[in-house]
């Protein structure tokens, strides 16, 4: 079977974390709304897609998984799926569970990454909240990077054997690697600094972008490039030591 | 067994929706923050268990339920485990998931509602923010309020049973539930406008809080008061119609 994928054509964003799940996995899928529109390629489309009113599981948003007749949205609850079917995490419902908290984990902090150059309004172009935005992105820098990359730190720590859940690569692992390079992209002079306290975070990105499959991936044209309009923006003003 | 849910004893916040559940369910816990210091209750025994170095599956925040040995992290991972043990969701997969990606579609909107009074810093105070906070606030209640409870109106008309799946109350049902009545509470003028166009939403909030178990909660002293510390805050300046 080949998963179809629907999300952005132009970002990485949270359809990223399917992404690389996917490559890691080496699962057949095709990245739907980046085809040609003869195949249902484009943000129309895409858009389309999301509002047939014959839908009975509709999702809020973009990324959503087609898996056969299973529709599947919201990139923790994707992940969860692809974890069982592809070994992305324990089978045992202790580890399944643990791993899935480490993902919502990550998700709240994409969340405040968004956030930052965005604190009023998703709607709102940056530049109608950049003083609102860089207030943020001080208290940002200053306490929630370091408590959150203090925190899988932590976990890393405690679980000893350089991933975060047992002695195998999980989901979780692949979207630290996701969280660290996209913050290196956002903000260089920030994760200069954070980066020398929380070395085994550093080690788990190193060791996943050198994992065969993703190291291929992100050398592909399958990988979107960084870009302004993603999660992660780098605008100089908002980053800082 | 008896679960414990460990919480910020003061406050609804994110363990009101774990709290909802385990009343639903009849299931039997302790609400462990909430007792008094000799059995572990108050808010410095919370911090202190959180951050006990021999904890191999550290949460990053409450709340968190203690579940035999198992430790569990993050709202909709706690749900999704009582889902499964109290049959508050479907047991196959494909419903398992749809109720779980609705769940965290409503974890999203939570933030969002957290976020209207903390648009800077979770760390600053309410009236360091106002001015942000106001801004913040009109683009949520003309935007946001209408989008996500235009969602789940589509998705209640979709299933077309009265709940979100299928023909039964989950947790999400009581979650929704759970977020009407924190709306309401915090933005009266905004709620009053959004209601008229949403009566589903409105009609499942009503059968949620007639359901026998969680009337009986709601009008029991384990039922928290909405208060200006919680996620949930009534601000005037920042409702509206």
Not at 98 to 113: N, R
Request: proline share 6%; charged share 25%; glycine share 8%.
């Amino acid at each position: 079977m080949q998963y179809e994928l629907h999300y952005w054509p132009g970002i990485q964003g949270r359809g990223e974390f399917v992404r690389l799940a996917l490559e890691y996995a080496g699962a057949a899928y095709v990245d739907v709304a980046r085809t040609d529109e003869a195949h249902g390629g484009g943000e129309e489309a895409l858009m389309r897609a999301m509002r047939r009113p014959e839908l009975r599981h509709p999702p809020f948003a973009p990324p959503w998984l087609k898996a056969g007749e299973l529709l599947i949205g919201q990139t923790a609850n994707i992940l969860l799926f692809l974890g069982r079917r592809h070994d992305l995490a324990p089978q045992e419902e202790a580890g399944e569970l643990w791993a899935h908290q480490l993902q919502l984990t990550l998700a709240d902090f994409l969340v405040e990454i968004h956030d930052v150059h965005h604190p009023i309004g998703v709607g709102l172009y940056y530049e109608e909240q950049i003083e609102e935005a860089k207030r943020r992105a001080q208290d940002f820098r200053k306490h929630r990077v370091p408590k959150f990359l203090g925190y899988f730190e932590t976990v890393l720590t405690r679980n000893g054997a350089g991933f975060l859940v047992g002695s195998r690569c999980t989901y979780a692992d692949l979207s630290l690697f996701q969280i660290v390079a996209g913050l290196r992209y956002a903000m260089p002079k920030c994760m200069h600094a954070a980066e020398r306290r929380v070395p085994g975070v550093v080690a788990l990105h190193d060791r996943i972008a050198s994992e065969p499959r993703i190291a291929a991936y992100l050398a592909s044209p399958r990988r979107i490039a960084f870009n302004q309009e993603g999660i992660f923006r780098h605008y100089p003003e908002l980053d800082g030591p």
